[in-house]
Nanobody
């Protein structure tokens, strides 16, 4: 059973870079044939897919966030990381990491609240 846990600061100042890590257990990010994704939900809005890193290492990004988003992984720690630059209050959201295939994301972290405020 794959388990995911988000880790990172709950408060980020405007113009700074948001950095979150997803710690994975119960499965390898390099051998499970999954996409390992970051998804967020702003207050009062729906889920927004931000991007993913395939088990092969290839990355995919939302065209709306691509210029500010970077997803990387540390295979030795079995974790992957989101970096979102130049944040504004509109980036305030609950951020989730998730894992799945083309049929959908079967595994989700519990989510972590990130607030962008000075």
């Amino acid at each position: 059973q794959v388990q995911l846990q988000e880790s990172g600061p709950g408060l980020v100042k405007p113009s700074q870079t948001l950095s979150l890590t997803c710690i994975v257990s119960g499965g390898s990010i390099t051998t499970n044939s999954y996409y390992w994704a970051w998804i967020r939900q702003p207050p009062g809005k729906g889920l927004e897919w931000m991007g993913s890193i395939h088990y092969s290492g290839r990355t995919y990004y939302s065209p709306y966030l691509k210029s500010r988003t970077s997803i990387s992984r540390d295979t030795s720690k079995n974790q992957f990381t989101l970096q979102l630059s130049s944040v504004t209050p509109e980036d305030t959201a609950v951020y989730y990491c998730a894992a799945g295939n083309n049929e959908g994301y079967a595994y989700w972290g519990q989510g972590t609240q990130v607030t962008v405020s000075s």
